[in-house]
């Protein structure tokens, strides 16, 4: 008899998956901080930092809002974000990254209140501008679990997808 795996449980398994392979590559020495500005699909207008506390491996916070681009709707989010970088040329910010990031979001409109955790794996590339400053994008699948939901009316407006793609945009200055 075969065991059928939801959507859910899938994608659980396939994060834990990533967050626990052994990330030990060594690269050359960066500065160890970073600060980032962008947008991103979940991520929306983001603000954070990123310490690298290895030659190649990172984490990066960041806080995110619409700042009132779509009207009657709350949007806001924390990210936290954990990326392995490879392929590191030099000293530079060039270079291409495994990112995974947790996106604790909260979005209220009209009809709903939602609280969702999304999974985020990503690869990701990062341009360089010059010795300071470089562009990141990313793009990568999202598992999505609902972690709090109030339906505001009883109006039928559909439901959200536990599985989209991501893509973001970061301006990175090295410290």
Same mark, same amino acid.
């Given at each position: 008899m075969a065991r059928k795996y939801n959507g859910l449980s899938v994608s659980i398994i396939i994060n834990v998956v990533i967050v626990l392979v052994p990330l030990n590559i060594s690269a050359q020495k960066d500065s160890l901080w970073q600060v980032n500005c962008g947008f991103?699909?979940?991520?929306?207008?983001?603000?954070?930092? /990123?310490?690298?506390?290895?030659?190649?491996l990172g984490m990066r916070l960041s806080v995110g809002s619409q700042l009132g681009v779509i009207k009657n709707q709350k949007y806001y989010d924390i990210?936290?974000?954990? $990326?392995?970088?490879?392929?590191? /040329?030099?000293?530079?910010?060039?270079?291409?990254?495994? $990112?995974? /990031?947790? +996106?604790?979001?909260?979005?209220e409109d009209k009809y709903y209140k939602w609280f +969702?955790?999304?999974?985020?794996?990503?690869?990701?590339?990062?341009? +360089?501008i010059n010795d300071k400053v470089g562009v990141h994008l990313d793009a990568g699948p999202v598992f999505m679990v609902v972690l709090y939901f109030k339906r505001k009316t009883f109006d039928e407006v559909g439901w959200p997808r536990y599985f989209m793609l991501n893509a973001s945009l970061k301006i990175v200055y090295k410290l």
């Amino acid at each position: 008899m075969a065991r059928k795996y939801n959507g859910l449980s899938v994608s659980i398994i396939i994060n834990v998956v990533i967050v626990l392979v052994p990330l030990n590559i060594s690269a050359q020495k960066d500065s160890l901080w970073q600060v980032n500005c962008g947008f991103g699909f979940y991520e929306a207008f983001n603000i954070g930092a /990123k310490y690298n506390y290895r030659t190649n491996l990172g984490m990066r916070l960041s806080v995110g809002s619409q700042l009132g681009v779509i009207k009657n709707q709350k949007y806001y989010d924390i990210t936290f974000e954990h $990326d392995w970088t490879f392929r590191k /040329k030099n000293k530079e910010l060039s270079s291409w990254s495994l $990112d995974k /990031k947790l +996106v604790f979001w909260y979005l209220e409109d009209k009809y709903y209140k939602w609280f +969702v955790l999304s999974m985020e794996p990503a690869i990701g590339k990062t341009f +360089v501008i010059n010795d300071k400053v470089g562009v990141h994008l990313d793009a990568g699948p999202v598992f999505m679990v609902v972690l709090y939901f109030k339906r505001k009316t009883f109006d039928e407006v559909g439901w959200p997808r536990y599985f989209m793609l991501n893509a973001s945009l970061k301006i990175v200055y090295k410290l």
